[in-house]
């Protein structure tokens, strides 16, 4: 009965008490990241606000908007439409195969007319919901047992499949590896993790070897030599790392950079735009955008911690390991530390199906932090 209460009380909250509640040094710490990201868009178009940094602006402020409007939502709310959204997302997977739009090779695109959609971004937000609504509902042994494990892995490997098949590396790797740290964060047994981590390394030589597309294989390849072919496959990383080291200790200043300005660098907007930040702002504006990074991160893992219901811890943490992935994984990419993958940097690359996956994620961890004290019921129902 107690329960209910304290959920009945939460739902009943002025809204002008939720508001209060709203982590505000996250939503600052989100717009300095954004606007990192309309400067860099500005300079690279050679202080141009088009045809992307006006755009990367008005997008992230009318996301802002509905994020706030989303955290506000009752956290039974995103709990009962957790499996709903994960079928909506495998569904549009699905829809990819069929109605798919291809773009530069890869069909992961969905027309919706005045935009396109890429349902991979979405699952990973879906994935994040759905496990966290099903470890909710299990004991914390349970939770720790091998028996228990075989649907998340179902739910883990469909979406992940999908999206190899589009073809997108990249994007099924943070899928995974988003869907595996769900899975030890709620506590499974490290005998499990082992023979997990020994049949993942078969699985992945034997999918290294067997299953990559030549173009993958092609990235592999380069990554270990990219002097090999300095003018067609290794051109993109090479001339990455000629920005950066370029950029030095203090950078080449604002509007300054060369590489991104004569269109030495490939993808400056999207994959290799702490590149074009490097060449500008040198190794000081690159650490300082690491540390807001850290912050962000540093400030949602709090927020999970606060919850007194796993879901609420689960689904934050998982937003911020998809989050913190994005991160690892670009800067890594453009720093020729693994090969190029195609994973932008979220809230400074140019992108709205990112920025959206990116803004309802920290939604949900608002959620959670204004909704922190509801007992939540065990949610072993459909939606409840």
């Known amino acids: 009965m107690n329960e209910f209460r304290v959920a009945s009380l939460e739902r009943i909250l002025p809204l002008g008490t939720k508001i209060l509640r709203i982590n505000w040094l996250l939503v600052v710490l989100l717009c300095l990241a954004a606007m990192i990201g309309v400067a860099v868009l500005y300079s690279i178009a050679n202080g141009s606000w088009t045809p992307r940094a006006a755009q990367h602006g008005v997008r992230f402020g009318v996301l802002l908007l509905v994020m706030l409007a989303l955290a506000l939502v009752d956290i039974r709310w995103w709990m009962a439409l957790a499996y709903p959204t994960y079928i909506v997302a495998l569904l549009l997977l699905v829809g990819v195969e069929v109605f798919g739009v291809k773009v530069m090779g890869a069909q992961r695109w969905l027309d919706l007319g005045p935009v396109r959609l890429q349902p991979a971004e979405l699952m990973k937000l879906a994935l994040v919901l759905a496990l966290a609504r ?27 499949l999908l999206i190899l098949h589009q073809p997108d590396l990249g994007t ?6 988003t869907g595996a740290a769900m899975v030890f964060l709620a506590g499974l047994s490290w005998r499990i993790i082992v023979i997990g981590a020994i049949t993942g390394l078969v699985g992945g030589v034997t999918f290294l070897i067997f299953g990559l597309h030549d173009y993958q294989r092609a990235r592999i390849e380069t990554f270990l030599n990219p002097e090999r072919d300095p003018l067609g496959a290794g051109y993109h990383i090479l001339q990455s790392k000629i920005a950066l080291g370029s950029g030095g200790l203090v950078g080449k200043g604002f509007l300054g950079g060369t590489q991104s300005h004569l269109n030495f660098l490939p993808e400056k907007q999207t994959d290799f735009v702490f590149t074009a930040l490097g060449e500008e702002f040198g190794f000081i504006g690159t650490l300082s955008v690491l540390v807001l990074y850290v912050l962000i991160l540093l400030t949602g893992m709090m927020i999970a911690g606060q919850s007194r219901h796993s879901f609420g811890r689960l689904a934050a943490a998982g937003v911020c390991v998809t989050f913190s992935l994005y991160v690892l994984v670009n800067i890594s990419m453009v720093m020729g530390l693994i090969p190029v993958v195609g994973v932008p940097l979220p809230l400074i690359s140019y992108g709205g199906t ?20 509801v007992d939540l019921p065990s949610g072993r129902g459909f939606f409840l």
């Open 172 to 177: 099924a790797m943070l899928v995974g590896a």
């Open 354 to 373: 990112v920025m959206l996956t990116v803004m309802t994620g920290f939604a949900l961890v608002m959620a959670v932090h204004i909704h922190r004290n």
């Open 134 to 160: 099903y470890y909710h509902s299990l004991a914390v042994d349970r939770a720790t047992s091998l028996r228990h494990i075989a649907l998340p892995a179902i739910m883990i490997a469909a979406p992940v």
